[in-house]
């Protein structure tokens, strides 16, 4: 994956924590991610489209999610609360967002965020696109960003011997 898709979720990411949750987060080694499980118990899910496609997931230990959205809000939210979601899916939006705007030139379009609460459960990405993750750290805990974008092929979906529309 192109490192130019990378490096602007790594600036919205410290970015948004720090100004809107009032905390640092460490960058830590990114990998590529083998498998569909989640990282954590609690994902918030962007998809991009555009010259860009794929998605970002913002995933977290449901503790470290609580603490988070408590900081982000300024007040608790039982995590089974839609309220709760809304918190989550607001902060990857944010995240994802501040990134997209980043990307000089392309023309890219973030999705409404999805939210998914719950052990084990699986993120299933294109098995044409390398997932990068980025564990993190703050001090109310890890949670880790999860990329799996790349540019977006001329005349997809187009029947051979067309055009796209």
Same mark, same amino acid.
């Not at 949750?21 to 555009?50: C, E, F, H, W």
């Not at 809000?73 to 839609?82: L, V």
């Not at 993750?133 to 974008?149: F, H, K, M, R, Y």
């Given at each position: 994956?192109?490192?130019?898709?990378?490096? *602007?979720?790594?600036?919205?990411?410290?970015?948004?924590?720090?100004?809107? @949750? %009032?905390?640092? /987060? &460490?960058?830590?080694?990114? &990998?590529?991610?083998?498998?569909?499980?989640? $990282?954590?118990?609690?994902?918030? =899910?962007?998809?991009?489209?555009?010259?860009? /496609?794929?998605? /970002? +997931?913002?995933? !977290?230990?449901?503790? &470290?999610?609580?603490?988070?959205?408590?900081?982000?809000?300024?007040?608790? !939210?039982?995590?089974?609360?839609?309220? !709760?979601?809304?918190? /989550?899916?607001? @902060? #990857?939006?944010?995240?994802?967002?501040?990134?997209?705007?980043? !990307?000089?030139?392309?023309? #890219?379009?973030?999705?409404?965020?999805? +939210?998914?609460?719950?052990?084990?459960?699986? =993120?299933?990405? %294109?098995?044409? &696109?390398?997932? #990068?993750? =980025?564990?993190?750290?703050?001090?109310?805990?890890?949670?880790?960003?999860? =990329?799996?974008? %790349?540019?977006?092929?001329?005349?997809?979906? $187009?029947? *051979?011997?067309?055009?796209?529309?």
């Amino acid at each position: 994956m192109d490192p130019q898709y990378i490096t *602007p979720f790594i600036r919205s990411i410290q970015n948004v924590f720090s100004t809107m @949750l %009032r905390m640092p /987060v &460490t960058i830590n080694q990114p &990998t590529i991610k083998k498998g569909a499980s989640a $990282a954590y118990d609690v994902s918030g =899910i962007i998809g991009m489209s555009g010259d860009v /496609v794929g998605s /970002v +997931v913002l995933s !977290f230990p449901k503790e &470290t999610a609580q603490k988070l959205i408590t900081a982000f809000c300024g007040m608790e !939210f039982p995590s089974d609360s839609p309220d !709760f979601a809304d918190a /989550v899916g607001e @902060l #990857v939006n944010m995240i994802s967002g501040s990134a997209k705007g980043m !990307f000089v030139d392309k023309n #890219v379009s973030i999705s409404c965020p999805s +939210v998914v609460i719950g052990p084990g459960h699986h =993120i299933n990405t %294109r098995s044409d &696109t390398p997932c #990068v993750s =980025i564990p993190c750290s703050t001090s109310q805990g890890d949670l880790a960003i999860e =990329i799996a974008i %790349r540019e977006a092929v001329a005349n997809a979906g $187009a029947k *051979p011997g067309t055009q796209a529309a």
